[in-house]
């Protein structure tokens, strides 16, 4: 079955979960070093504020953090971490399929272009993506969303010993006791 977004959904741009775990709080869009400024000067034009977190760092002697930033992420405007700063919700116009318009389509981050790819060969999608509740975890006509997979997976492709991820801080209230910040070595 081809893939196609589910009628007037926008839960993509705006649900954001806990990962990998609750003490990580809540993760942001992926975003690559390569595009944060773009991302940044392109939020500063159009007068939105952003917030770009680290997410993966790297480092190659034992130390406190990591010395290098190979990925950050775009959280949510929300006090909870939810919604994407640069979804439209406050417009009356519409995507495609119904639902809000992103403001940055045409510029948006490599991680939304592959959504909701998250293996390529085979083609896995994310479960949580609306359209798999209904059509399950494959589809056919994603060769969009394999590309930027694949442009993703090698710029994060790291041989450093040592391997770091950045807890937001970010989440609901009643799990605030649980979420930590800052960098926790994984590896
Ligand atoms: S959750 Fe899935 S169906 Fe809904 S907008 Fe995102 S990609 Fe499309
Ligand atoms: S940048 Fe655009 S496509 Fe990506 S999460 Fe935000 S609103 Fe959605």
Known sequence: MDFQCVENCSKC?????YYPT????KV???????????????????????????????????????????A????????????????DTE?????PHGGYKCKIYENRPLACRAYPLIESSPVVLDSKCKFCESCGTTAENM??????????KSKMTT????????????????????????WFLES
Request: hydrophobic share 35%.
């Open 159 to 182: 041989e450093a010993p040592y391997v770091w991820r950045y807890a937001t801080g970010i989440g609901e209230i009643s799990d605030a006791n649980k979420i930590e910040v800052g």
């Open 13 to 17: 741009c705006i649900e954001r979960e």
């Open 22 to 25: 609750v003490k990580f709080g």
């Open 28 to 70: 942001g869009v992926l975003v690559l070093p390569q595009e944060k400024e773009r991302i940044e000067s392109t939020a500063k034009n159009l007068g939105i504020k952003i917030s770009i977190l680290p997410r993966i760092g790297i480092s190659y002697e034992k130390s406190d953090k990591p010395s290098e930033i190979i």
């Open 72 to 87: 950050y992420q775009l959280m949510g405007k929300e006090p909870n971490g939810n919604t994407c700063p640069f979804l």
């Open 91 to 95: 417009n009356q116009e519409r995507a």
């Open 143 to 152: 060769n969009q969303e394999v590309e930027a997979l694949i442009k993703i």
